[in-house]
């Protein structure tokens, strides 16, 4: 089955959700896991605001904290699980080929992502890396719904909410 699993995060509660599940999955699997985040290189010319009022050097490092925090967080709830997980950070422009790069060179056999699930004109203009990442990579990718956050939220909470549920649907 599955000896080697990315999982990319970005540090949002959606992303945090699936590293939890990426992180169960190698749990049971007695896989290994590599936990990646990318971070937009420094732009001279930049509608960001961080770049725009940040030097190169302080972009950098204000970035690199940033990807600390969120790897750490994650390697920590794998840690707890008693997974063994390597930490990734890479700075490229599009991170859907950081994450297919990254499983690559890693040797993984699946991509965990998290997905919003917009659809129509909202999914054209923002352009969903996970929807890049499904279109050109080789490796299985499996995609946790932002409708999988909500149900287990309320899973969580001890309650029933109408519409609350598990998606099954391919896209």
Same mark, same amino acid.
Do not use: W
């Given at each position: 089955?599955?000896?080697?699993?990315?999982?990319?995060?970005?540090? &949002?509660?959606? &992303?945090? @959700?699936?590293?939890?599940?990426?992180?169960?999955?190698?749990?049971?699997?007695?896989?290994?896991?590599?936990?990646?985040?990318?971070?937009?290189?420094?732009?001279?010319?930049? +509608?960001?605001?961080?770049?725009?009022?940040?030097?190169?050097?302080?972009? $950098?490092?204000?970035?690199?904290?940033?990807?600390? $925090?969120?790897?750490?967080?994650?390697?920590?709830?794998?840690?707890?699980?008693?997974?063994?997980?390597? +930490?990734?950070?890479?700075?490229?422009?599009?991170?859907?080929? %950081?994450?297919?790069? +990254?499983?690559?060179?890693?040797?993984?056999?699946?991509?965990?992502?998290?997905?919003?699930?917009?659809?129509?004109? &909202?999914?054209?203009? @923002?352009?969903?890396?996970?929807?890049?990442?499904?279109?050109?990579?080789?490796?299985?990718?499996?995609?946790?719904?932002?409708?999988?956050?909500? %149900?287990?939220?309320?899973?969580?909470?001890?309650?029933?909410?109408?519409?609350?549920? @598990? &998606?099954? $649907?391919?896209?």
């Amino acid at each position: 089955m599955y000896k080697t699993l990315l999982v990319a995060t970005d540090g &949002s509660a959606l &992303s945090d @959700l699936a590293v939890t599940q990426a992180v169960d999955l190698a749990a049971a699997l007695r896989a290994r896991l590599v936990i990646l985040t990318a971070s937009e290189p420094f732009h001279l010319l930049t +509608t960001e605001a961080e770049q725009i009022a940040d030097t190169e050097d302080i972009y $950098r490092r204000t970035m690199q904290q940033r990807a600390d $925090r969120v790897l750490g967080a994650a390697a920590e709830k794998a840690a707890a699980s008693g997974v063994a997980a390597a +930490t990734v950070h890479v700075e490229n422009d599009h991170p859907f080929e %950081a994450i297919i790069a +990254t499983a690559a060179r890693e040797k993984c056999d699946l991509i965990v992502m998290a997905s919003h699930g917009r659809r129509g004109f &909202s999914a054209l203009v @923002l352009g969903s890396q996970t929807t890049k990442v499904l279109t050109h990579s080789t490796i299985p990718v499996l995609v946790v719904r932002a409708e999988a956050a909500a %149900a287990e939220h309320v899973a969580a909470a001890g309650h029933a909410f109408p519409g609350a549920a @598990l &998606s099954t $649907r391919r896209d």
